[in-house]
């Protein structure tokens, strides 16, 4: 394409632009950092039901791991060293102000819905409720990961 | 929309497939690595250097180079006049990519009317 592209030449270049766009907000960040918040969450869920002397180390290495997450890896060279190939985004594709609201409202869903069915659970007399709604809030963090991979078309940006 | 307002907003320098998949890439990161932008744009190492360096003397491109360890390592990142090339660019592309639908529409009415 060295002159004016025909149309088919610019529908090509926008459907490949747009490709490049969408794989790149797909993988926002290695598969390590999500089995490893699983893994945290679902050991809080066990140590909570067991009323392990495990739970408070378990909820600090939680917590460390969500700062890592959602602060260091936004830098290069930490981001680097943690298996990042790319440090996250502060530009924001849909726009600060609604991927704000994008990922509160889906946390504050998973969490809801965590917690709903843990208090459910728990009245009906139904044993291990944490650990049963840390599975719940697992499931529900890979669906919320998978629908935040999904950017806005390039040309919307 | 003229055709000489569709021609002004486009970037010559995006009219190349590579360095529109670079900035588009680009455009949805920061400050990505250099051989993940390798690995996703599917170029050689010494293509992808000669396409950033092109981008990076119109100022399309910010590159800085550092270590991680003994690593060495580069990263790019859209400047904000890449940014900028790129949404009008996309636009253009957009308009020209549009202007075919509207002429089959005009073609298929007057087919019609005759």
Redesign the interface.
């Given at each position: 394409m060295t002159g004016r592209p025909t149309p088919e030449e610019a529908a090509a270049a926008l459907r490949e632009a747009g490709d490049q766009h969408r794989a790149a907000r797909s993988q926002p960040q290695p598969k390590w950092a999500l089995v490893v918040v699983s893994v945290l969450i679902l050991a809080l869920g066990v140590t909570t039901d067991l009323d392990s002397w495990w739970r408070t180390p378990v909820t600090w290495l939680l917590a460390l791991a969500v700062v890592l997450m959602a602060v260091a890896a936004r830098s290069k060279r930490f981001g680097d060293l943690l298996g990042y190939r790319r440090a996250l985004s502060r530009r924001p594709v849909l726009g600060a102000r609604e991927e704000r609201r994008k990922h509160l409202l889906l946390l504050l869903l998973a969490v809801l819905v965590a917690i709903g069915v843990q208090f459910g659970l728990r009245a009906a007399g139904v044993p291990f409720t944490a650990t049963i709604a840390s599975v719940l809030l697992v499931v529900l963090m890979v669906v919320w990961e998978r629908l935040l991979g999904r950017g806005k078309d390039v040309r919307h940006g | 929309m003229s055709?000489m307002a569709?021609?002004g907003d486009?970037d010559p320098a995006l009219?190349?497939?590579t360095r529109?998949?670079i900035v588009?890439?680009l455009?949805?990161?920061?400050?990505?690595?250099f051989?993940?932008v390798r690995d996703?744009?599917r170029v050689s190492d010494s293509a992808l250097s000669k396409q950033v360096s092109a981008l990076d003397k119109l100022g399309y491109v910010e590159v800085?180079k550092?270590y991680?360890?003994k690593r060495p390592?580069t990263?790019l990142n859209l400047s904000d006049a890449g940014r900028e090339a790129?949404?009008a660019h996309?636009?253009a592309?957009?308009r020209?990519?549009d202007?075919?639908?509207q002429a089959g529409q005009r073609h298929r009415a007057a087919s019609e009317a005759e």
């Open positions: - | 055709g569709e021609q486009l009219l190349d497939p529109l998949s588009s890439l455009a949805a990161t920061n400050w990505a690595e051989g993940y996703s744009v800085d550092g991680v360890g390592r990263w790129l949404t996309l636009a592309l957009q020209i990519a202007s075919a639908g």
